[in-house]
């Protein structure tokens, strides 16, 4: 596997790198983003999330971890769940508040801040790193399993 690396010169730039990941999602993937607060992670959950039909706002869920919403994809609705970890602390949490379900075969995980989790979450099929470059950002996209890897040869930034 080999990483992916884009220049984003803009906010625009950003959502519809968003978008394009949307175009090529199945259910069942989760995708984690990495990078620094104010990186981009969320504008880029927004622009996917509103290729895939969500009309209102994305605000990252910062105080309640996690975001649902309900789209269609092709044909079917589809559960997405955005999580904001920054501020998960208590491991005794995660399966309390049923986050271990949210991960399955019929729904999309987005997750910021996966690190803050630690072993507690599954393996991502798709990894993002956003980073600071120049004037706008650098994304840097890594596959981690076989789907995540046919994903990524169908993505056309
Ligand atoms: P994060 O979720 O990683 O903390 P946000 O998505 O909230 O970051 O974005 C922080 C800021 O970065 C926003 O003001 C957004 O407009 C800006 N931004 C996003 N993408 C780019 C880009 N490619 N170039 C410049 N600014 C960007
Ligand atoms: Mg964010």
Redesign the pocket.
Known sequence: THDITIK????A??LKCGAEIAKVLVPGLSIY?H??????????V?GLLHQLGHAGKVK?PTYTLVEPYQVQLSGGSLNVYHFDLYRFIDPEEWDAAGFRDYFNPSSLCLV?WPEKAGELLPAADIELL?QVYE???KLTLRSNSAIGAALLTRFNP
């Open positions: 984003l010169a803009d906010e730039a950003t983003l990078g620094d607060l104010g990186a981009g992670k969320t504008t880029l927004r990252s910021e956003l004037a706008g950002r």
